[in-house]
T-cell receptor
């Protein structure tokens, strides 16, 4: 049973470019959340997708956008990249809406470096 | 929003016990999670508390006091593989996201 899978593992971009990160949730999960984790910090919530809609968003600018597909997989898009966007981007999936005690299961993340 | 505080670093000896404290402030508490994260890897779920008291899972236990806004994770019989960052995360009522503390780096020494 595959867990949460993310691609790519590592990515190097330059300022001003755009990037798309991908996530496939754990089997049986229907909800996908994205987090940004800076070095030495805890993950910061970007947004959550359920039933192909963004249903909660954290304090991130509109440059960060996403999508969820009918098979529950998800993409995170970041436009006009800044040096401060360099971080580990984590995808987490959960079951049945995600407000219960169902834990979120995390992928290994995409390490994004901006030059 | 939530303010979640946990110590930055802790060091302990193999075989010993370590207690990682977490304090939080939230407008409507709806659960506290502990995750373990090894360097370069995904956070993995350890425990969940929503009612006051102690939850035990093998060598790991987690305690919650909602009135004090306080939790701890207890790691017993420490092993070298327990060296990792431990993240405390809180879910607010009617909230979907998890709000994380900065994490506590535990180093286990022989």
């Amino acid at each position: 049973d595959a867990g949460v899978t993310q691609s790519p593992t590592h990515l190097i971009k330059t300022r001003g470019q755009q990037v798309t990160l991908r996530c496939s949730p754990k089997s049986g999960h229907d909800t996908v959340s994205w987090y940004q984790q800076a070095l030495g910090q805890g993950p910061q919530f970007i947004f959550q997708y359920y039933e192909e809609e963004e249903r909660q968003r954290g304090n991130f600018p509109d440059r960060f956008s996403g999508h969820q597909f009918p098979n529950y997989s998800s993409e995170l898009n970041v436009n006009a990249l800044l040096l401060g966007d360099s971080a580990l981007y984590l995808c987490a999936s959960s079951r049945a809406g995600g407000t219960s005690n169902q834990p979120q299961h995390f992928g290994d993340g995409t390490r994004l470096s901006i030059l | 929003g939530q303010n979640i505080d946990q110590p930055t670093e802790m060091t302990a000896t193999e075989g010993a016990i370590v207690q990682i404290n977490c304090t939080y402030q939230t407008s409507g508490f709806n659960g506290l999670f502990w995750y373990q994260q090894h360097a370069g890897e995904a956070p993995t779920f350890l425990s969940y508390n929503v009612l006051d008291g102690l939850e035990e899972k093998g060598r790991f236990s987690s305690f919650l006091s909602r009135s004090k806004g306080y939790s701890y994770l207890l790691l017993k019989e420490l092993q070298m593989k327990d060296s990792a960052s431990y993240l405390c995360a809180v879910r607010d009522r009617n909230d979907y996201k998890l709000s994380f503390g900065a994490g506590t780096t535990v180093t286990v020494r022989a």
